[in-house]
């Protein structure tokens, strides 16, 4: 890589937030950098076969409808069409099983009342529907809006012209309640509310922490409305479709490329200089995909750092660990209770809402859940060629898991030294698969091989997922939004001129979105576009 070459903008990290970056600004003319520490591009969206050969996992993220339903797919995805990326979708994005039942959501409006009707919840699903849905453009504007432009000014006077001032005090309080009593209140039946209630989960929350309830209605509308597309291939086919936008524009990716340091002109952010001592110059923006400490703790040097900003990237907290376990099947799952569930994108596996609030519960006080919530992806429901014809995989997602172990809520394994042994994540797995067992009859039997990856193991794949949090840090609403990612609400700026923050850690937050890189890269791209198309 030539050291001398001027770069328009530098970034570090290769994720999702990096890589939209990267593409929206070479679409705009920039030449651009990508550093990338790990060997291989794509932060959390890591596709390999690592069980056996033709079995393709997904090791991290799988599911893509915030990046489908998102602005930068929109942007971008002539341009990704041309490379060759190819989304499919499903009818049965999500299902439950829980003790009182099952249920399914559809993305055919007609069928997921004709469920809701079964549970006698019909007029309950459409009436949260009816009044849901005229705000869903303001609930996708707030998640996914730059809180610090004045087009988010707009935002709040359209609502405020849409609601009243009253209604607009109103809208913020209901923005805020937890999902449990919102659940309760809504429908009748616990299967209802076990289909919906664990999709605050995905966004980093339990249904007892403020905003869970928004994000539960912002979720299942979105699903409803969207499905669960998934890349014909895997992610790597984005990743690679990205990382072409790139080098078609000539830009560079640099993978083994470890940043250390942010260099500095005249108070302004130039280039950067890696682990092995070479250096890169940018002469227009650096973008840091990183957690607030190492962006503030690490890489700039510390005079350069207002205490004001160096105190609250020491409070940015990290939220639960994740542990994923991936299954090779030599046919797919038979589902005891539902059989229906065999083509359902997403299934939940859980007692309850009673089960899920307690398994959170637990985690964050730092216990092994008895009965956590098995999050269980089949991929191939959607993209059959993720396995040989005949076989099939399963992705197992959990969320309730304490970074360390005081102890097991279920009082069966040992808390060793508090962290997560291979002997703890093996006992833990187990657990899982044996609950899971209850339900996916051939489960056992049709296991051809299994990896389990526990907190440690995730984080050693991605060092911004920090303790194994699979959010890059805690989601609950004191770390969400304007306070995001420090609570001195200074957005995707930094104290540094020409230094930009992105990533999970960062506002609208974790996900495969690609929010945060699309906010900065149009925002400093936006008169390099206009050129480019007035040129046209
Ligand atoms: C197990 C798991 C499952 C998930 N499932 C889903 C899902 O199905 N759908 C969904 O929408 N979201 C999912 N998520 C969340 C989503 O994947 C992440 O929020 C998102 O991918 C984060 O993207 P990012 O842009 O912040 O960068 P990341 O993916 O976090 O990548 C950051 C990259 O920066 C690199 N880096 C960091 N510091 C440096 C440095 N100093 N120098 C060079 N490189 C550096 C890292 O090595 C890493 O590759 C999941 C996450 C996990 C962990």
């Known amino acids: 890589m030539d050291q001398e070459k001027q770069y328009d903008a530098i970034i570090i990290g290769s994720g999702i937030n990096a890589l939209v970056a990267g593409a929206v600004m070479s679409i705009a003319g920039w030449q651009v950098l990508i550093c990338e520490r790990n060997d291989k591009p794509g932060g959390a969206i890591r596709t390999e076969q690592a069980t056996l050969p033709g079995f393709t996992h997904e090791m991290l993220s799988s599911w893509h409808p915030l990046f489908v339903g998102g602005p930068a797919y929109a942007f971008l995805k002539d341009e990704l069409d041309k490379r060759g990326l190819v989304y499919k979708n499903t009818e049965a994005p999500t299902g439950v099983i ?83 009593p919102w659940l309760d209140r809504q429908f009748k039946s616990p299967v209802s509310k076990a289909l919906l209630a664990p999709w605050a989960l995905h966004n980093g929350m339990g249904p007892d922490d403020a905003g869970s309830a928004f994000i539960t209605k912002v979720i299942s509308a979105a699903i409803a409305f969207g499905g669960m597309p998934v ?35 005249k108070k302004k952010a130039s280039g950067v200089e890696l682990a092995d001592g070479r250096t890169f110059m940018s002469q227009k923006a650096v973008l840091a995909s990183t957690t607030p400490q190492v962006l503030y703790q690490k890489l700039l040097e510390n005079n350069l750092v207002p205490a004001e900003i160096k105190s609250a990237a020491n409070n940015f907290r990290y939220g639960r660990a994740a542990v994923q376990i991936h299954l090779a099947l030599s046919e797919p799952p038979i589902w005891k209770n539902d059989p229906r569930m065999k083509d359902v994108a997403v299934v939940h596996v859980l007692d309850g809402v009673g089960s899920l609030s307690e398994s959170v519960n637990a985690a964050n006080r730092g216990y092994l859940p008895a009965r956590p919530t ?66 996916i ?88 576009l206009l050129r480019k198309i007035l040129q046209k």
């Not at 890059?472 to 957005?491: E, V």
Request: hydrophobic share 40%.
């Open 98 to 180: 829980c003790d009182d039942g099952s249920a399914i959501l559809f993305t055919d409006s007609e069928k997921t009342s004709g469920e809701f009707a079964r549970l006698s919840d019909k007029a309950s699903w459409e009436n949260m529907m009816g009044e849901f849905t005229p705000k869903l453009d303001l609930a996708f504007g707030l998640l996914g809006a730059d809180l610090w432009h004045a087009s988010s000014l707009k935002l709040a006077r359209v609502a405020r012209k849409r609601f009243g001032t009253r209604g607009l005090i109103a809208t913020g309080a209901e923005l805020l309640e937890p999902a449990q």
């Open 231 to 265: 890349p014909i291939g895997g992610g790597v086919v984005l990743v690679d479709a990205l990382i072409s936008i790139i080098k078609d524009n000539a830009g560079d990716l640099l993978t083994n490329a470890d940043v250390v340091k942010i260099l500095i002109d």
């Open 374 to 439: 098995i999050v269980v992806g089949q991929p191939c429901v959607v993209d059959p060629s993720r396995a040989p014809e005949g076989k099939s995989i399963i992705w197992i997602q959990l969320q309730e898991n304490p970074q360390v172990i005081k102890g097991d809520l279920a009082n069966e394994i040992s808390k060793g030294d508090g962290s997560w042994s291979q002997e703890v994540l093996n006992s833990y797995a187990d657990r899982i698969l044996d609950q899971l067992g209850d339900q």
């Open 441 to 528: 009859t051939n489960l056992k039997s049709a296991t051809l091989a299994k990896i389990v990856l526990g907190p440690r193991e995730i984080e050693a794949m991605n060092i911004n997922l920090v303790g194994g949090d699979p959010y890059s840090g805690d989601c609950r609403i004191d770390q969400f939004a304007p306070w995001r990612p420090l609570t001195t609400a200074t957005g995707h700026r930094t104290p540094v001129k020409k230094l930009w923050h992105i990533g999970a850690s960062t506002h609208p937050g974790p996900g495969l979105g690609g929010g945060s890189g699309f906010i900065v890269a149009q925002k400093l791209t936006k008169k390099s």
